[in-house]
């Protein structure tokens, strides 16, 4: 059972909005604003799209955003696109080790 | 650019030791820290451990009595060792730079531990 909770699928239409949530508690999400997200296709390594809660690397698309309130993170991406259908898993910095969700798989329908 | 390749047995028996090597290029280890994470087949990641250039580091509670990390400065590279391997350790490891939050990512070799 994953640290973290997210919710197992998520689905939404091209253009759409979609959210996907982190669940976790004040020993992690909640204590510290170091969740990341990472994007993950079929048979490739993780990518990272978002870390400190909010920030974008260089290179990931406007389209993803990040927030958190009290101990629930969550991943927003607008302007939902094909491309972005895949597994979304959150991480958490939770004093001296590092947690993840379990994922969510998003359906571009 | 960064980019990290692990190395390392494709096919471990159960009881014996674990080992994986990664290698960094088009950077040094620095001041980074550098991580291990897992990805058993169809399931989610794991978080190992993480160990900085100078050799300190932490591990997953859940692991740490298996797990050693260390770090080859001289040859850029970094190494995993996990013992006592049964077929749940079976999965995808992945190396990858930073502490919470990781990038870049090695592109993962597949350890499989048979029951």
């Known amino acids: ?109 | 650019q960064v980019q990290l390749q692990e190395s390392g047995p494709g096919l471990v028996k159960p009881s014996e030791t674990l080992s994986l090597t990664c290698t960094v290029s088009g950077g040094s280890l620095g001041t980074y820290y550098w991580s291990w994470i897992r990805q058993p087949p169809g399931k989610g990641l794991e978080w190992i451990g993480c160990i900085l250039y100078s050799g300190s580091g932490d591990y997953n509670p859940s692991l740490k009595s298996r797990v050693t990390m260390s770090v080859d400065t001289s040859k850029n590279q970094f190494s995993l060792k996990l013992t006592s391997v049964t077929a749940a350790d079976t999965a995808v490891y992945y190396c990858v730079r930073g502490e919470w939050w990781f990038d870049p990512w090695g592109q993962g070799t597949l350890v499989i531990v048979p029951s």
């Open chain 1, 1 to 109: 059972q994953s640290a973290l909770t997210q919710s197992a699928s998520v689905s939404g239409s091209p253009g759409q909005s979609i959210t996907i949530s982190c669940t976790g508690t004040s020993s992690d999400v909640g204590g510290y604003n170091y969740v990341s997200w990472y994007q993950q296709y079929p048979g490739k390594a993780p990518k990272l799209i978002i870390y400190d809660v909010t920030k974008r690397p260089s290179g990931v698309s406007n389209r993803f955003s990040g927030s958190k309130s009290g101990n629930t993170a969550s991943l927003t991406i607008s302007g939902l696109q094909a491309e972005d259908e895949g597994d979304y898993y959150c991480c958490s910095y939770a004093g001296s080790r590092t947690v993840f969700g379990g994922g969510t798989k998003l359906t571009v329908l």
